[in-house]
C-alpha cells in the first residue's frame, strides 16, 4: 500500500484545527502531507509547511498558487482539506472540485444555502469526492447506532433528542475577546451564532443516524447575552422525512457542561443515549430489558463500528482519531472506488439550509417551515 | 411537641400515592394518621383506614361523610391530604377549604383554570393551608439551588432547561393496557397526556427554583403511538416574568431515562444541573472555575437545605422522604403560624394554566400563548 | 394492625442515630414510640423523651429505671433499641434480653469477643430477638444481590471485594477534635478504629450477600496521621468458609469517598457491583453479556427485593428507609413469629471476632489468622 | 524538522500491538516507519513490512538482521521498538543497546530481575535510551497528577490504591482458549500471571505519580479458576520508600470491570482519583472543599499535561494518544538531548524486582519482602 498524498489549505501555526487534521490524515500512516497554503500570510505559511516537512515547492503561499502548483503536477495531492475562515470554504471547494480534485471542507461548507447546492452541482458533475468534516458520524459508536437503526433493532424511530450546549462563551466578555465576539457578529458569522456553528453538527448527527433528512422545522432563539445579535441559545423542534419528531438544543452559555453535543434516540423497541464526552459507550435499553452499557470494541458490533476502532473493548479512543476516521473512509474509497460512508457536499447542504430554515423560523416566532434545500424538495 | 391530626382521602388499598402520603406523614413522628376515607367503595374504605389503625367512627366511607364527621368533632384533623382521581380533586379541596380545613391535594389540583382560580379564591377567603403536593421541591438539594438562585449566586438566570421524560409508556400496548390507555383518552386525562401528568413537575421546579413565573410559551406536542389522542411528547419553549429562557421537554416514550426529571440553570456567573434519580448531588459550575459536585449534608448549605436533611453527607436520602418534607413544612407553618415553603393553590394554579396555554399553542402549531392565569395578568 | 410498642436506649437531642431510629420504626407506622432512656444525664433524657411525645411515666432518667419500668408493665414495649456508647451496649443489651426484651443493638454489639458470644448464649437462651443494626444488608438492591447469589446465578463466587473508605477524617485535626480523636484511642475505642468502626459493616455486607462466612484472615494496618494509635487504614484479605476470595478496604482518610462502601462480586456467570452512594441500581454482568443496570423497582426482582421497596422504580430510596427496613423485618418476625432476615447477634459476634483477628494479624505483620468466633469453630 | 527514522521489531499482521505503536509513532508526523522485522516467520515478515511502505531492503527476516543491516546504514534509525513475545525482551533490547540504538521496550522488559539489572547496566553504558512502555503514565491527566504530588498540592501522600482488574479471562475456557492458557502457564509466562501481566502497570502508575518507589510488599495471590497455575486475582499491600501506604489489586476475573486500572491517592490536604476508562477527567477532593472535576484540556493545567494534550476541553483523547505521547516524548529527547519524562529501564527492573518479590511473599503466606532490585538497596 503506498500513502495517498494530502495537502491542506488553512491550519497554520497556531490554529487548532490544523493539528486535528494532520493527525487525522498521517495517524494512520494512509496519507503523506505533502502540499499545503497554511496561512493567510504566504511567508508564514511557507515557511510553517516546510517546518512541518513539506517540500519547499509544494509549500504555497496561497491556495490560488496551490491550486495551480498541483495541477501541474503528475504527483499531484489526491486529496485537499479546506480549513480557512468559514466565508472562503465556498469559493475554494468549487474552485479545487472544478479543477478535479477531492476536497475534504471544514464546516460549515458554505455561507448560504445557493452556494451550497453550487457545490452540490459542481461535485456531481466533477465526479470527485467532496466530504465534510462532520467528524462526529465517525465515531465507532456513532456507526453502530446508525447500523441498528438501519437493520430496524430499535422499530420505526419516535422521537430524536440531539444536543450541543456548553458554557464556553458564558463569560459575556464579547467586548474585549475577538474570538467569541465575531461568533455573534453578523458581519463575520453570517445569519447564525450558535446554531451555525454547533447546532448543525447535532442535526447532522440525527440525520446520520437516524438516516432520514429534517423535512421542517421552528426555531426559538434568545441572544441571552447582552449585546449579541446573534442567538448564543436555540431550540428547534423539527420532523423528519418519515415522521420522526425531533428536538435540537444547542447553547454557548450553559454553564457546566463541557462538551455538551449528546444525543437521544427512541424508538418502537428499542433507545439509546450516547455522549460525546463518553464516546465509547451507549446505553441502550431494550423495551421490557434493563438498560445495556454497549462498549466500543465489544464483540458482535456492526462492521463499521469495528472497522474503525483501533484498540480492544474499554481502551478509550477520542476525538482526534473520530477525524482520523473520516480519513480512512475518505481513504478507503479514493483506494478501492467504493462508496464509503463519510458525510458529502449533499449533507453540507442540507445543514446550511436548515440553518437558514432556522433563523428564518426564529425570526417569525417560531413558525414552521421547509427545511429541505430547494433542490430536494 | 404534641402530633398534629392528620386525615387522608383516597389512596386506598394498593394504590402507589397512599403509602407515600403514610410514610411522609408519619416518618418523623409529627402526623398521626386519625381519619381516613381511602376507598371509593365505602366497605373496603372502612376497613383498610381501621387495618392501618385508624378509629371505627374515623373510618369513614366517603369524603363527604368524613367531611361531616370531621366538622363535628373538637378534635378535627389538622390537615387533610386529597389522593383521589384527579377529576375529583377540585370539589374536594374547595369542599374542604370552605369547611375550615387545611388540604394538601395531589397535583394536578384541578382540571380547568376556571377551577383552579376558584381554588386560589376560596383558600385566601378560608385563611387556611391550601397547599399542592409537587414534591420534587422538597429535596434538600432543591432547596438549595433555590437559595443560592435568591441569593444571586448565579446572577441573573438566562437559561432553564428541565426535562420530565421517561419511557414507561414506549410499549403501545394501550389497547391492553387500562393503566396506560386512560392518560391518553381526553375523556379520562383532559385535555393533556404528558404535559398534564408529568410536565407540570418539571415547569413547577423550574419556577420553583428560579423563584420566577411563566409568563408565556410556545409548545410541540407528538402523540408518538398510534392511536393515541393526546400528546406523549411535548416541548415546551417559555419565557418567564424576569425574561429568562425556558426550554422543557417531557416525554413517555423515552426508553432508557427511567425517571428522568432533571433541570439544568444557567446565570451569568454559575450553572447547576440536578436530576432526580440522584438526588443528593448538584453539579454547580462557576464561572472561571471546575465543575464541582455538591452534597446534601455538606457544611455550609443553605438553611433550608440542612432542615430538610436527616442523615450525614452522602447517605442518601430519596423520593419517600421528599414527601415527607412537605409535610415537615406543612408542619412547622401548622405549628408555628410562620409561613413555610411549600407549593400552594397559586403554584396548582399556574400548572394548570400552563398546561391549557401549553395545548392551545400546539394546536396552533407553536403559536405564543400568555401561560399566565387570568387572575394573575 | 395494632402498631408495636418500641423503646430507645440512648439517641438523645443532638445524637446523629437516634433520629435515624425513629424515623426506622415510625416511618411505616409499624411502631408507637412507647418508652425511652434517652440521655445520659437523666433529667434532659425525661424531657426529651416527653417533648417527643412519650407519656412521663415511661419517659425514663436511665436504661436501669427503664428496664425495671417496662418490666413491671402489661403493656411491655415489644422491642428495645439500645443506641448508647459502644462500651454499654454489652451490659444493656444483655440485661434486656435475660428480662425477656426483644432487643436490636447498634454496632459494634459487644467490644470483646468473649462478650460477643455471651450475648450469643443469653439471646438464644432467652428465645427472643436479638438483632444487630447493621443496615445496609436491608436495602432493597443488597437483599437481590443476596438472593441472586443464593440461586446460584453467579455461579460459585470466586471473589468478593468490599470497600468502606471515605475522607472524613482526613484533616488530622484530632488533637482539637474530640469527636474525631476517640476513635483512635484505645481508652475509649477499643482495641481497633476504623476496622471496628466501619470495616465491619463491609465485612458484614459480604458475608451477608453471599451467604457465608469469613473463616480466616489477614490484615495490614496503618495509622497514616500522626498521633493515632489506632488505624485509619486498614486492608483485610479473606478467605470464606467456601473458599471465596475477600478483599477488604477501608479508611478514614480517602479524601474525594464521600460514604464509600461500594462491594463488588465476581462469580463464576455473573459479577456485580454496589454503592452505598447510589443504592438503587447494582451493575451486573453476566459472562458473555454486556454490563446491565437493575434497578430498584423493577419487574422481576426477587421477594426480598420488592417487598422492602415503597416507591416505583427509579423513585430513590434512600439510607433512613434502609434501617427503615430493619424494622419491616422486626416487625414481620414479631407479628408472625416467622424468622425474618435481619442481622443477628451471631453476626454481631462474628465481627467481633473478625476485628480481633485483624488486630492480632496486623501485629503479627499479616500473619493468616482464623477470624471466626471460638464457639463456632 | 525532519522526522526520526523508526524500526519496530515484531507487531506483525494480526498483532493488537503493532497497529498502536505504528499509530502511536505517527499519529504527530515526529518519526517515519523506516524499518521492520514483524513477524516471527521472515517472509510474512518481510512482506508485510513492505505493504506498510518500508522499503524492501530494510524489510527485515529477523531481528538479528535487522541489527545487522540498520548498524552498516548511515541513515540508520533513531529508534527501535521491541515488540515481540515477552522473552525475547531481554535479548533483542539488550543487543540493540550494545549496538547504540535507542529502544523503547514493551512491558515486560525482561523476565527476571537479574535480566533487568543487566538491561539497566548496558543502558547506562550505552547512553542510549531505554524506555519501556507503560503508556498510562503518559495520559495527560496522569501527568497532571504527578506534577500536582511533586508540587506538593496533596501535602505527604498517605495511601495510594491502584487497581488493575478485569474480567476477560473469566469464562474459565482456558483448555479450549490458547491465547487465554499461556498467561496461567508457568512456561511460558514465567512466575506470575496477573501480577506481571497487568499489576506492573498499576504499580509503576503508582509510583510515577507518587514520584516515589515500592520499597517492601506483601501478596496474596489466588488461582480462582480451576486449573491455573499461575494467579488470577492479587492483592499486593506495600510500603514506598518515603513512607506511603499501598495497595494494589489486579484480577482478570472481575466481571463487570471493562478495562479495570484506576487509581486513587490521598494526602495531607487533599486526594484524587483517576480512571482508565474516563481518562480526561480526575476528581480532585481538596481539605474542606468540594469534590472538583479537573478536565484534561482546562485552563492553568501542568506543562506537562498541556504539552500532551492534543484537542480543546472535554474533546475525549484516548489510549492510542497516550501511546502517541510516548513517541512525543522519545522524539523530544532525541531532538532535543534533554531529558524528557518517560519510563526508563530503571522502571522496568523495578516492575521485575515487585513481580517476583510479590511472588515470594504469596509463597510464604504474605510474608513481608523487600520490593527493590538488589542493585537498588
Not at 296 to 324: N, Q, T, Y
Amino acid at each position: 500500500m503506498t500513502k495517498l498524498r494530502w495537502g491542506m489549505i488553512g491550519g497554520g501555526e497556531g490554529s487548532q484545527i490544523g493539528p486535528a487534521h494532520r493527525l487525522g490524515a498521517q495517524a494512520d500512516g494512509l496519507f503523506s502531507f505533502a502540499a499545503g497554503a497554511l496561512d493567510a500570510n504566504p511567508e508564514k505559511g511557507r515557511a510553517y509547511a516546510q517546518s512541518l516537512g513539506i517540500a519547499k515547492n509544494r509549500a504555497y503561499g496561497d491556495w490560488q498558487e496551490m491550486l495551480a502548483g498541483e495541477q501541474a503536477r503528475d504527483d499531484r495531492i489526491d486529496l485537499v482539506t479546506v480549513a480557512t475562515p468559514n466565508n472562503s470554504h465556498f469559493e475554494i471547494t468549487k474552485a479545487f472540485l472544478e479543477a478535479g480534485f477531492n476536497v475534504l471542507c471544514e464546516k460549515p461548507m458554505t455561507m448560504t444555502v445557493e452556494e451550497g447546492e453550487e457545490i452540490v452541482r459542481v461535485a456531481r458533475a466533477s465526479g470527485k469526492i467532496c466530504a465534510v468534516n462532520y467528524c462526529y458520524s465517525a465515531y465507532p459508536m456513532v456507526r453502530q447506532m446508525k447500523a441498528m437503526v438501519a437493520a430496524g433493532e430499535l422499530g420505526r424511530i419516535r422521537t430524536v433528542v440531539a444536543n450541543f450546549s456548553h458554557g464556553h462563551h458564558a463569560a459575556g466578555d464579547d467586548a474585549e475577546n475577538p474570538r467569541v465576539r465575531w461568533r455573534y457578529d453578523p458581519a463575520q458569522a453570517g445569519v447564525s451564532g450558535q446554531m451555525a456553528d454547533c447546532g448543525i453538527h447535532a442535526l447532522h448527527l440525527a440525520s446520520f443516524i437516524l438516516g432520514d433528512e429534517v423535512r421542517e422545522l421552528s426555531a426559538d432563539f434568545a441572544s441571552t447575552v447582552a449585546g449579541r445579535v446573534l442567538e448564543d441559545d436555540a431550540m428547534v423542534n423539527f420532523r423528519t422525512e418519515r415522521g420522526t419528531v425531533g428536538r435540537l438544543w444547542t447553547s454557548t452559555i450553559a454553564l457546566g457542561r463541557q462538551h455538551g453535543l449528546d444525543i437521544q434516540v427512541f424508538g418502537e423497541t428499542g433507545g439509546f443515549r450516547w455522549a460525546s464526552e463518553q464516546p465509547n459507550q451507549v446505553y441502550y435499553h431494550r423495551l421490557g430489558r434493563r438498560v445495556e452499557i454497549m462498549e466500543k470494541g465489544e464483540a458482535g458490533l456492526s462492521d463499521e463500528a469495528s472497522r474503525l476502532s483501533r484498540v480492544a473493548i474499554a481502551h478509550p479512543e477520542g476525538f482526534p482519531l473520530a477525524v482520523a476516521n473520516i480519513y480512512v473512509d475518505l481513504a478507503a474509497q479514493l483506494n478501492s472506488g467504493a462508496p464509503a460512508n463519510f458525510p458529502t457536499a449533499e449533507d453540507g447542504l442540507r445543514s446550511m439550509a436548515a440553518v437558514h430554515a432556522s433563523v428564518a423560523s426564529a425570526a417569525e416566532r417560531g413558525v414552521w417551515v421547509d427545511a429541505r434545500p430547494p433542490m430536494f424538495r
